[in-house]
């Protein structure tokens, strides 16, 4: 198989996993729907807000890169750092002060922000996040390790630590929404 091949599976696969999933928590390996279920939202992401009879408060809205939602009649919402739960409960004590009675909020990630993968892959860059992915799924999307690649260890920086830290490179190893991945070069 070709590199141009192998690029167009991966990508046709990566392509199909995500458009089997809406963006809401499916089932799966533990690990990352526990990740998922304590997920924190954050620029990039894209929620679909419903708001029962209130057609025009109801939509899809994207987190900025000030992390708020710029939301109708209210404005920018603060909404990056916050659970989908406590998005739901910020949003109902806004639309209660003054604005909808008893508002009847639902809120779902339709698109989790991208992560980055880097280092001895066919091709670094940006990645669309789809809940399940593992970082063997994500070399396979990105044209495979080069001949180059450490194939035993990966180093993950997730959106909210500092640095990156040395993780074995599993079958089952996961990716979250934001991280940054990198397949380093091998000792000889």
């Not at 690990?31 to 939509?59: C, H, K, M």
Request: with cysteine; hydrophobic share 35%; net charge neutral.
């Amino acid at each position: 198989m070709n590199e141009y091949t192998r690029r167009a599976v991966g990508a046709l696969g990566l392509g199909l996993l995500g458009a089997c999933v809406s963006g809401s928590i499916q089932a799966g390996d533990p690990q990352t729907q526990s990740a998922l279920v304590d997920y924190r939202l954050g620029p990039g992401d894209v929620v679909r807000i419903a708001v029962f009879n209130e057609e025009r408060l109801s939509g899809q809205f994207q987190v900025g890169g000030a992390g708020s939602i710029a939301y109708p009649l209210v404005g920018d919402v603060p909404a990056s750092g916050k659970t989908v739960p406590e998005l739901v409960t910020s949003l109902t004590e806004i639309l209660q002060d003054g604005f909808v009675r008893q508002p009847r909020i639902t809120v779902e990630v339709v698109t989790y922000r991208p992560f980055y993968l880097m280092g001895e892959v066919g091709a670094p860059g940006t990645y669309p996040y789809t809940p399940g992915i593992t970082v063997v799924n994500a070399v396979a999307a990105a044209g495979g390790f080069t001949y180059r690649a450490t194939r035993s260890r990966v180093f993950i920086k997730h959106a909210e630590d500092a640095g990156e830290r040395d993780y074995p490179l599993t079958s089952t190893t996961p990716i979250r929404p934001g991280d940054t991945i990198r397949i380093p070069e091998r000792r000889f």
